[in-house]
């Protein structure tokens, strides 16, 4: 009886593939790798990677801006009168577009207030402000 029992590393040695499976197996590895790698690998497209990119640099734009917008509110001779006016607003959309009319979001060298800075900037005063 034990003559006809093979062992497993016997039977895995004789084992033959057919070509049909090893493609289907190949595909399948394949597959895997690509949904391992873009799901928990942290891989990405070019064009996903030229957007967060752009994303990046634009947040990076307004982080070095923002502080222009607040020293040009600090040297407003009416500051404490504006800060006043500002901080009676309720609406935050109504208090970036106050931001907007006094000049402080306009860079220099700018002919219109950039909304994202005057946003920020409209958070540092009013937190500021507190």
């Not at 947040?59 to 800060?83: H, M, N, T, W, Y």
């Given at each position: 009886?034990?003559?006809?029992?093979?062992?497993?590393?016997?039977?895995?040695?004789?084992?033959?593939?057919?070509?049909?499976?090893?493609f289907?197996?190949?595909?399948?590895?394949?597959?895997?790798?690509?949904?391992?790698?873009?799901?928990?690998?942290?891989?990405?497209?070019?064009?996903?990677?030229?957007?967060m990119?752009e994303?990046?640099?634009?947040?990076?734009?307004?982080?070095?801006?923002?502080?222009?917008?607040?020293?040009?509110?600090?040297?407003?001779?009416?500051q404490?009168?504006?800060?006043?006016?500002?901080?009676?607003?309720?609406?935050?959309?109504?208090?970036?577009?106050?931001?907007?009319?006094?000049?402080?979001?306009?860079?220099?060298?700018?002919?219109?207030?950039?909304?994202?800075?005057?946003t920020?900037?409209?958070?540092?005063?009013?937190?500021s402000?507190?």
């Amino acid at each position: 009886m034990q003559a006809n029992t093979t062992t497993f590393r016997k039977r895995w040695s004789n084992a033959k593939l057919k070509k049909s499976v090893v493609f289907w197996i190949a595909i399948g590895a394949v597959l895997l790798t690509l949904f391992l790698g873009f799901t928990r690998g942290g891989w990405t497209t070019g064009g996903n990677a030229a957007s967060m990119a752009e994303k990046a640099a634009a947040g990076a734009v307004v982080e070095r801006l923002v502080p222009i917008c607040i020293a040009q509110f600090s040297a407003d001779p009416q500051q404490a009168l504006k800060l006043t006016e500002l901080q009676a607003i309720t609406s935050s959309s109504k208090r970036v577009a106050f931001v907007k009319e006094q000049g402080w979001a306009t860079m220099p060298g700018e002919t219109a207030p950039d909304s994202k800075v005057a946003t920020q900037c409209t958070n540092q005063i009013m937190l500021s402000a507190q």
